[in-house]
């Protein structure tokens, strides 16, 4: 399971602080009874993608849940960490006046396990996971070998030949994906930001 983050109005910095604990509440929530590992990405920023023009830059990261054992495919639990991850926006003051404007906090809920799922509200995986450079560059910088779940998530420019012997091909990494994708960038790369106090990664 993996969350992403994401703000550019306000204090960003202020913002993503106060949220995390409250994020490893849900994932800790969600993970129970069975343990598991909550790795944080290193903060980026990063350019606006999208939406009306004269945005302030983004922050952003991604929260990782590594279940010691694989999480159910589960849509109804997905669908209750969604409600509480739009009520963590609301709480912190986000609005949705345009489409892919500007936003106090902005969480995605990026994949649940092997779970597929397409509702009116929520697609899973995140069927643009792929193509954000804001989600692939904290996602690499965690672990570049980790490889998305979801066939629709291996674009044509890393699709690779045949499947081998042994299985199919599981897809590229996100650090293949995200080296794939830096060069056809239209804005400025991820700008992976040092650790802060709140913030060591």
Do not use: K
């Not at 945005?55 to 589960?74: D, F, T």
């Not at 091909?169 to 830096?182: E, K, R, T």
């Amino acid at each position: 399971m993996a969350i992403a983050l994401g703000a550019n109005l306000g204090d960003p910095l202020a913002t993503l602080l106060a949220v995390r604990p409250l994020l490893v509440g849900l994932a800790q929530r969600c993970l129970d009874p069975a343990p598991g590992r909550l790795c944080w990405s290193p903060l980026f920023r990063t350019e606006p993608v999208g939406g009306p023009p004269g945005q302030p830059p983004y922050l952003n990261a991604v929260l990782l849940v590594e279940p010691a054992v694989p999480l159910a495919p589960n849509p109804a639990a997905a669908l209750a960490l969604l409600a509480d991850l739009l009520a963590l926006e609301r709480r912190f003051g986000r609005r949705r006046l345009e489409h892919w404007g500007p936003r106090t906090l902005d969480l995605d809920l990026l994949w649940w396990g092997s779970l597929q799922l397409q509702t009116p509200t929520l697609t899973l995986p995140h069927p643009r996971l792929a193509q954000r450079s804001f989600v692939l560059a904290p996602l690499a910088a965690m672990d570049p070998a980790l490889v998305l779940p979801g066939p629709a998530l291996v674009p044509d420019s890393t699709a690779s030949a045949p499947a081998p012997p042994h299985g199919p091909d599981p897809g590229p990494s996100c650090g293949a994906l995200l080296a794939a994708l830096l060069p056809r960038l239209p804005e400025a790369p991820p700008l992976r930001l040092p650790g802060c106090p709140g913030w060591p990664e």
